[in-house]
């Protein structure tokens, strides 16, 4: 029986019942309703709230990728580009990973998609079948398990803590691998803790799945939103091979152009040659004057995404600090993205806790459970807002969680 709190949650959103089977594929029963979204829809019902959890940049667009997406435009360039993507942003994206990894590419590598979100979906379902196993650190992005789950895949959670900066051991992971794991998740820096994964945890991963023949998939959509001084360390450039690897990435967080829906997927050949017929069946083709945007931020350099990192590490140095004064968090140091998920005592429902905080005092973050099983006693917070908000939802968030009982 839902409580009143979780039908405040799923008001208007129809879960299917058993009673409902017949009329909704198994798949469909196997998405959970989004936690993330279930939140800000409330929260878009009230007044004078503070959103701490926006997974988005708040910056615009550079100029420069908005003139060539308008560009694109009035030069008539509205129709299907080829399946694998616009011929110069293939070519501009494999210049650009050779020069940055070491790693010989040709364009036959790549497949530009509809965001990152559709190049997880078309790696994970490829991938996934009843009987095989994925490995998947705890917390993660909501998008990977369900897609894992929907086509018959079990997932083995590999679960972080804040007090370890939540970062993987590789040897857990290592010891996590068995006869039915057919493949790894990782995400780097991660949504939601800003984690940033070290080479060594990379390349002990990457070469021993190779070693046991498991394929690893990459989410590296943050990859250039590093804050601190570090050697990122993309999966690109430690694999022996292409052949058990498939990259993920976009222009989303980067440029901020998310509405413009640009990602791509690196892998073999021969697996992108399969994942082009998958892509065909599913959004055909990335938008095409965005696809041209796209060639624009790559020709025009790296000022722009400098500029967004030095103002989130600002942000991100005085989180830290706010949230170690919060009576009941635990924090720790996030070294990329935007994001930071602080734990709170065990045995404390993170989901109510988030509730009520939004409810009382106007501060939206996103409960724990969104984003895995070992982490009901958290959540996430995005400093992807201005330091003013920040502020603001801070000298909220202190004294009302003083005046709690955990």
């Known amino acids: 029986m839902l409580d009143d709190k979780s039908e405040k949650l799923n008001k208007g959103l129809k879960i299917p019942s058993d009673d409902d089977a017949f009329e909704w594929s198994p798949a469909l029963r196997a998405l959970p309703v989004p936690g993330i979204r279930r939140m800000v829809n409330l929260a878009a019902t009230m007044k004078d709230v503070i959103h701490l959890s926006i997974g988005q940049p708040d910056f615009k667009c550079p100029g420069h990728i908005v003139e060539a997406h308008v560009e694109a435009l009035r030069a008539g360039e509205t129709g299907y580009t080829m399946d694998a993507g616009l011929p110069e942003l293939l070519t501009e994206l494999q210049k650009y990973y050779q020069k940055r990894t070491g790693r010989e590419l040709t364009e036959d590598n790549i497949l530009v998609t509809t965001g990152a979100t559709e190049a997880m979906y078309l790696a994970i379902s490829v991938s996934a079948a009843p009987g095989r196993q994925f490995l998947i650190p705890d917390p993660c992005f909501p998008l990977y398990a369900p897609l894992v789950r929907m086509h018959g895949g079990e997932v083995k959670p590999i679960p972080t803590r804040a007090e370890h900066g939540h970062q993987l051991d590789p040897q857990e992971v290592i010891d996590a691998m068995g ?3 057919f493949a790894i998740i990782l995400n780097s820096p ?32 943050y990859d250039h939103l590093i804050l601190d001084d570090l050697e990122y360390a993309s999966v690109l450039g430690h694999t022996s091979d292409l052949d058990h690897v498939m990259i993920a990435s976009s222009f989303s967080k980067s440029y901020a152009m998310p509405g413009l829906r640009v990602g791509w997927v690196i892998s073999s050949q021969g697996t992108i040659k399969m994942l082009r017929r998958y892509h065909m069946f599913t ?14 931020a790559l020709r025009g350099g790296n000022q722009c995404i400098e500029e967004m990192v030095t103002e989130y590490r600002r942000r991100r140095d005085r989180v830290v600090k706010l949230v170690s004064e919060t009576p009941y968090l635990t924090g720790y140091w996030p070294q990329g993205g935007f994001f930071i998920f602080p734990s709170l005592p065990a045995h404390t429902n993170g989901s109510n806790l988030a509730l009520r905080m939004l409810e009382e005092i106007g501060v939206c973050v996103v409960p724990g459970e969104a984003f895995g099983e070992s982490c009901i006693n958290s959540f996430r917070i995005s400093y992807s807002t201005s330091m003013d908000k920040i502020e603001q939802a801070f000298e909220r968030m202190i004294p009302w969680m003083a005046k709690q009982e955990l």
């Open 283 to 296: 959004t055909t083709v990335a938008n095409t004057p965005a696809q041209w945007a796209g060639v624009a």
């Open 190 to 221: 991660s949504n939601p803790t800003g984690t940033v994964y070290p080479p060594e945890t990379i390349e002990a991963i990457v070469q021993e799945a190779a070693y046991q023949g498991i394929k690893v998939i990459s989410d590296e959509v």
């Open 179 to 181: 006869p039915r794991t």
